[in-house]
């Protein structure tokens, strides 16, 4: 299997570091064969970073970049949105108006103005609510997520995690969410949609990657198997970080790892 990390974030992003050259000449030396940007773009006006991201700088690096590793290495132009369900016609536009290799939609935010992903903000999170209602409702957006046919990508799929299981008590019970996240799984096989593998839970409180492995089993049962391998790094030293494991993953699943290039899929299994 190829080496790919498809979910990377440089300077192009507020909370990124490193030229897209920076990241590039590290995966060279690494042995990746496809890397992936994936900037953050945020398109809520209440938002600290509301559309900061430069889309003609963005371009114009990625471009130069290009055509210096041509031979050496595929490079992709991706952009992952923090998804909310009333935000859902200003990511089209922006999407109609911005090409990009692929384009992943994440959850970071619940109930309008609940975080979860940032360790503060996922503290006041499960302070304002119920374990199983800070879940549901990640979910249950997750699933809007899907059908709103906007993404090519779901990333981290069960970020909730990242915060959610310090305030888990025993086991986790995947099987009170299975309706939710299996309709989920539906939607994204309806659409031909890729489930993000992404490594940083192993760097995080869950000690693996996201999603959990149960809920790759659940996705393969209701007909999933297109995936994207991510580290989610924003420091070109963690570049690839555990891509071992997540190609593990694909293997004990039986999940077909995809590329995208113009927004469509391209296998790398073989």
């Given at each position: 299997m190829k080496m790919i990390d498809l979910h990377v974030h440089s300077a192009q992003s507020h909370d990124g570091a490193g030229t897209v050259a920076d990241w590039c000449e590290l995966a060279v030396e690494r042995g990746v064969s496809v890397i992936g940007f994936c900037e953050h773009l945020d398109l809520d006006e209440t938002d600290t970073y509301f559309n900061q991201l430069d889309y003609d700088a963005y371009?114009?690096?990625?471009?130069?970049?290009?055509?210096r590793f041509a031979d050496r290495l595929q490079i992709r132009m991706g952009v992952e949105i923090g998804?909310?369900?009333?935000l859902e016609k200003e990511i089209a536009t922006w999407l109609e108006q911005h090409p990009v290799d692929f384009a992943m939609g994440s959850v970071?935010?619940?109930?309008?103005?609940?975080?979860?992903?940032?360790?503060?903000d996922a503290i006041e999170t499960f302070a304002r609510y119920e374990f199983w209602?800070?879940?549901?409702?990640?979910?249950?957006?997750?699933?809007s997520l899907v059908k709103s046919g906007l993404f090519d990508v779901v990333g981290h799929f069960d970020l909730v995690q990242r915060h959610g299981s310090h305030y888990l008590k025993g086991e986790m019970e995947w099987g009170r969410l299975y309706g939710l996240i299996g309709r989920a799984f539906e939607g994204m096989v309806l659409r031909?949609?890729?489930l993000e593998i992404n490594t940083s839970g192993l760097r995080q409180k869950p000690k693996a990657c996201y999603p959990d492995p149960k809920l790759l089993t659940l996705y393969r049962e209701l007909g999933g198997e297109q995936v994207t391998l991510g580290s989610d790094a924003h420091d070109p030293t963690l570049l690839a970080a555990g891509m071992d494991r997540a190609e593990e993953l694909v293997r004990a699943h039986g999940l077909r790892p995809v590329e995208f290039t113009d927004r469509q899929p391209k296998d790398l299994s073989g």
């Amino acid at each position: 299997m190829k080496m790919i990390d498809l979910h990377v974030h440089s300077a192009q992003s507020h909370d990124g570091a490193g030229t897209v050259a920076d990241w590039c000449e590290l995966a060279v030396e690494r042995g990746v064969s496809v890397i992936g940007f994936c900037e953050h773009l945020d398109l809520d006006e209440t938002d600290t970073y509301f559309n900061q991201l430069d889309y003609d700088a963005y371009r114009a690096e990625v471009a130069a970049v290009r055509e210096r590793f041509a031979d050496r290495l595929q490079i992709r132009m991706g952009v992952e949105i923090g998804y909310l369900p009333r935000l859902e016609k200003e990511i089209a536009t922006w999407l109609e108006q911005h090409p990009v290799d692929f384009a992943m939609g994440s959850v970071h935010t619940i109930f309008e103005n609940a975080g979860v992903s940032g360790e503060y903000d996922a503290i006041e999170t499960f302070a304002r609510y119920e374990f199983w209602e800070v879940y549901e409702e990640f979910f249950g957006q997750t699933l809007s997520l899907v059908k709103s046919g906007l993404f090519d990508v779901v990333g981290h799929f069960d970020l909730v995690q990242r915060h959610g299981s310090h305030y888990l008590k025993g086991e986790m019970e995947w099987g009170r969410l299975y309706g939710l996240i299996g309709r989920a799984f539906e939607g994204m096989v309806l659409r031909q949609m890729a489930l993000e593998i992404n490594t940083s839970g192993l760097r995080q409180k869950p000690k693996a990657c996201y999603p959990d492995p149960k809920l790759l089993t659940l996705y393969r049962e209701l007909g999933g198997e297109q995936v994207t391998l991510g580290s989610d790094a924003h420091d070109p030293t963690l570049l690839a970080a555990g891509m071992d494991r997540a190609e593990e993953l694909v293997r004990a699943h039986g999940l077909r790892p995809v590329e995208f290039t113009d927004r469509q899929p391209k296998d790398l299994s073989g």
